[in-house]
Structure formats: structure tokens, C-alpha cells
Nanobody, 129 residues
């Protein structure tokens, strides 16, 4: 069984930075693709970023965060990260990490939450203007 725990959320001013972490249990972490999603109040869950298994050389981002956010992983620590820079008020949401059963998936499937099997409980990110 896989258990995911996010941390690192909080309140930050526009233009600031946060780094989210997601610690995973289980032995499948290094062979699993990982993703970050977010959900703002009253809105549907949105894909943010994904990283492939292993060394994490392949990444993919939604257009609205590309160039500002960076997803990375440390397999020795069973942890995936989301470095968020130049934050904007529209980035305010609950951020969730998710673990897949595949190592990598082509677009657009990689952006679908249905392609991820395990989910964390979420961490709140609030960006003030």
C-alpha cells in the first residue's frame, strides 16, 4: 500500500516562493511516475506537473506554471518536490501529489487524474496580492 504525505504549503505574498514536498511510503516509488495537481475553491482539479520514474529526466508542466515551477524527485528519500517561484494569486489552491503505476505517459493522458492511482491529502497554498 502506498501512502503520500504533502507538506510545505502556506501563505506567501505574490512574487514569493514555496517548495512543496511529498513523502511516499512503499517500495514502488522509484519505478513510478509522479504528478502534482491543484484544486482552487469552486474549480475542478487541475494538472500542474509530472515527472517520470527513475532519474526523473522527463517532466511536463501545464502552460500556466511552465518556467515558474519545477518538479523533481529524490528516490533515496522517496520524495517528490514542487519548487514554486514567482507565485501569483491565481496559484492559490490545495496542492495534491499523486503516484502512478506507470513510469511515463504521453500527453494528454499524463494530465488526467484518472491515470494516477494514489493520492495525498493535500496542502494549502495561499498567495496574497
Amino acid at each position: 500500500q502506498v501512502h503520500l504525505v504533502e507538506s510545505g504549503g502556506g501563505l506567501v505574498q505574490a512574487g514569493g516562493s514555496l517548495r512543496l514536498s511529498c513523502a511516499a511510503s512503499g517500495r514502488s516509488f522509484s519505478t513510478s511516475g509522479m504528478g502534482w495537481f491543484r484544486q482552487a475553491p469552486g474549480k475542478e482539479r487541475q494538472f500542474v506537473a509530472a515527472i517520470d520514474s527513475g532519474s526523473g529526466r522527463r517532466t511536463y508542466y501545464v502552460d500556466s506554471v511552465r518556467g515558474r515551477f519545477t518538479i523533481s524527485r529524490d528516490n533515496a528519500k522517496n520524495t517528490v518536490y514542487l519548487q514554486m517561484n514567482t507565485l501569483k494569486p491565481e496559484d492559490t489552491a490545495v496542492y495534491y501529489c499523486a503516484q502512478a503505476t506507470w513510469s511515463w505517459m504521453a500527453r494528454p493522458a499524463i494530465t488526467s487524474g484518472d491515470q494516477y492511482k494514489y493520492w495525498g491529502q493535500g496542502t494549502q497554498v495561499t498567495v496574497s496580492s
